[in-house]
């Protein structure tokens, strides 16, 4: 009996570490796109709420 | 427009805040004892109640739910009213959180000790506390949802983002850790096994490192540190980052946990990844709380608050660098098992954690009772005794982790394992003292702290009912385009969903599969189910809390066959297909003794007899406590027809009917043991606990050594 290369069995399961990477990968660059885009104004209003209570 | 006044709730911030203090030293008091019980062993008291087994679950409970929970639910109940600029959603809904949550800790601090657990690290509470903390969490939620809603503040800032992710996260987590049937009232089995149960705990036990003690405790910083410091935090935009970034990347780290062990390589590499990519995020909120201080240095050297903070914000940085570092192979491989990791999980518990907890009560307390604080000197003192406590602390179980290790890992020229494992812990006892030292000192600094806000108390007025007022919010139609991320921003409920969506990603996408590998993983022909008798003696070493110091996991290390398993029909390092009937696994995570996977046939029943007695007439110099009481205690052999029922449930092949005359099979073999330890001329009932005990022992590992030899070969 073999104990090793068992995970080889399920299928395609290396589908599962690319998925992980390509999502991560999007969200990423998507957020870091969006996040320079903003106005800069926007982002020190709301960094003074904590300051204005 | 007419501006509304309203009251912030101050009386419930109080309430969190008093339990914050009293849990905190309540938890670092038992976290003492339970360091000394290590190289004292008599200080256990010979109790069942009061052995390192059951009270190490008791401190880390303590510290994780108690301490931290309690303090970050007075942070939050403080910040979110002021960011919402409302008050609470419902009083009501506050105190029934607040005396749920301290009923789960009193039940915890009861059934603990009892020996009442599920054997699962940071989960040990049993199903109905499970059940109570589901429920006081969903009322939190919807305390917390529905202010957030009511808000005047059209924006929520980012501190708040992060409480709702802590929220739904440590709500997943929790559900999916606590799926387990239950045998009796107070007893059940964990729905998976083996492998499988230990990526769930590992994806729980890490997660819940990240969602319960780092994710509300940043949103905390992000709030708190700007009001100290009196200016805005350094970058929003990068607070930003910080935020989605941490959560999308923790969720997936949890296999770090389990390597080199029988977790498919597929998982391990993805927590390796993973782990290493975390160090951006982490340390972009580091140095955005570092860089909040520019310009406001000298402030730090005046008030406290700051002080506590730069080290905590310093200590986060320092953990969660070390973090990726020891997910990585080669540095799991000498820190694994060791107490490299306790000094690891200290520089955050001790220096992240504990430090801002005390940082924002002495920034709200006076604030709450509009005054100022007794004492900036005794302040001081509690920050130098807490600082040189954590560093007498962790210095030593760096040591003791390097040293130790280095040890297990040395052969002698002739290719001998060096050094017996007794001799591996005796030696690093010295550096066990140090550690309570730096503990000592530590906790004397929070009683300090606990004087000076009695004192600050006593000279300040408590406002119940803190008058605010604010513009209430419009229905605001925006002209111009918006992002995306800006309308989110707005909407609670959708932000609570795409936070889910992230998390369950990375949960899915790491359990998936091994549940497909239920299937899959070979079921060993000679790994049979336990026999009832050892069923029963599985959950007396559950109960005793035995894998909080054994490790059931023989990595592929020359120096761990060669300890474990060095004969060829020994069975070699671990496989997976070992553990299937194993619920709840119990591979551990810390090795103060020796791994036990092969324990079977390695000593007499009358040696573990002995042993379990008195440990030291065994193994003189042996730090294990002593378990007298199994001797007397009679096992309860009324719930066995009930385990036997829920394993079959579980999937464990026993017979049909077999759990009508299961306790027939455990009384016959628990007459073999009788014989053979009276062979050695020790007299035992065969209905005592510590033959059930001995059963289960001596069943550890006998399965694989009984595979025929051809077979193991093909595995190496």
Known sequence: MKFIHYMEKVNSVDVYGTMSLVCFGLFFIIMLAWVFKTNKKQFEEASRIPLDN | ?716
Not at chain 2, 266 to 294: D, E, K
Not at chain 2, 494 to 500: V, W
Not at chain 2, 520 to 541: H, M
Not at chain 2, 640 to 658: E, H, W
């Open chain 2, 1 to 716: 427009m007419q501006v509304e006044k309203f009251y912030y709730d101050n009386k419930i911030v109080k309430a969190f805040g008093y339990a914050t203090i009293l849990f905190g030293i309540v938890g670092m008091l038992v976290g003492l004892w339970v360091a000394i019980q290590i190289y004292y062993p008599e200080s256990s008291l010979n109790l069942a109640a009061t052995t390192f087994g059951r009270l190490r679950p008791l401190h880390t409970n303590a510290i994780i739910f108690a301490f931290v929970g309690n303090a970050s639910f007075a942070g939050i109940y403080y910040s979110l009213q002021r960011l919402c600029k409302t008050r609470m959603w419902s009083d009501r809904l506050s105190w029934i959180h607040f005396w749920g949550w301290q009923f789960i800790i009193v039940a915890a601090a009861i059934t603990l000790p009892l020996g009442l657990t599920n054997g699962a690290e940071y989960a040990e509470l049993i199903w109905p506390i499970d059940i109570a903390i589901a429920l006081v969490w969903v009322i939190f939620g919807i305390n917390m949802f529905a202010t957030i809603i009511k808000r005047r503040e059209r924006h929520l800032y980012v501190a708040i983002w992060f409480y709702i992710a802590t929220w739904v996260t440590v709500a997943m987590l929790h559900i999916v850790r606590s799926i387990e049937i239950p045998y009796s009232a107070t007893g059940s089995y964990s729905w998976f096994a083996g492998v499988q149960d230990a990526l769930v705990q590992w994806w729980y036990g890490h997660n819940a490192v990240a969602f319960f003690l780092t994710t509300p405790v940043l949103g905390l910083m992000y709030y708190f540190l700007p009001k100290a410091a009196n200016r805005p935090v350094y970058s929003y935009r990068l607070s930003i980052i910080h935020f989605w970034a941490l959560i999308f990347i923790y969720i997936w780290a949890g296999p770090h946990h389990l390597l080199y062990t029988s977790l498919p390589d597929w998982a391990q590499s993805l927590g390796v990844v993973f782990s290493i990519m975390l160090i951006a995020p982490s340390w972009g909120g580091m140095l955005n709380g570092l860089f909040t201080l520019r310009g406001a240095w000298d402030k730090v050297r005046e008030d406290p608050v700051l002080k506590f903070m730069v080290v905590a914000i310093t200590c986060y940085g320092m953990a969660t660098f070390e973090g990726p570092m020891l997910s990585l192979k080669n540095v799991n491989a000498i820190s694994h098992f060791t107490d490299w990791t306790i000094a690891h999980v200290h520089i955050g518990g001790l220096g992240w954690n504990g430090f801002l907890a005390f940082a924002i009560l002495y920034y709200m307390i006076p604030k709450m009772w509009g005054t100022t604080l007794y004492s900036k000197k005794l302040a001081s003192n509690h920050f130098w005794l807490g600082t040189i406590g954590i560093i007498i602390y962790a210095v030593p179980m760096y040591w003791a982790g390097f040293e130790q290790s280095l040890m297990w890992k040395s052969f002698t020229p002739e290719g001998q394992l060096k050094f017996q494992f007794l001799e591996t812990v005796t030696n690093i006892k010295p550096l066990y003292v140090l550690r309570s030292i730096g503990g000592a000192l530590y906790l004397t600094g929070a009683l300090i702290m606990a004087y000076n806000i009695y004192k600050t108390i006593k000279q300040g007025k408590f406002i119940a009912n803190e008058a605010a007022e604010a513009a209430p919010l419009i229905k605001e139609v925006s002209p111009k385009k918006e992002y995306w991320h800006r309308v989110l921003e707005r909407k609670p409920v959708r932000m609570l969903i795409y936070s889910l969506i992230l998390v369950a990603i990375g949960g899915l996408v790491q359990i998936i599969p091994t549940f497909l590998v239920k299937s899959n993983i070979p079921t060993i022909a000679s790994v049979k189910p336990y026999t009832p008798l050892e069923l029963q003696g599985r959950d007396i070493y559950v109960r005793e809390g035995c894998y909080t110091c054994h490790s059931q996991m023989i990595r592929p290390f020359r120096d761990e066959v060669a300890r474990y398993a060095p004969n060829p029909g020994d069975g070699g390092y671990s496989k997976a297909g070992e553990f299937v009937y194993d619920h709840p696994f119990q591979w551990g995570s810390k090795r103060t003794g020796p791994d036990l996977a092969r324990e079977g046939g390695r000593q007499t029943d009358s040696w573990q007899y002995t042993h379990m007695y008195d440990p030291r007439t065994m193994s003189p110099g042996s730090i294990m406590p002593r378990y007298p009481w199994l001797l007397d205690r009679k096992l309860d052999t009324s719930s066995t027809p009930a385990k036997i029922r829920a394993m079959k449930k579980l999937g464990v092949p026993y017979p049909d009917g077999f759990d009508k005359v299961a306790n027939r099979d455990l009384m016959k073999q628990a007459q073999r043991i009788v014989a053979n330890l009276k062979k050695d001329k020790i007299e035992s009932p065969p209905n005592t606990e510590i033959i059930a005990l001995i059963a289960y022992l001596q069943r550890l590992g006998r399965d694989i050594k009984s595979e025929p030899q051809q077979q193991l070969a093909e595995n190496k």
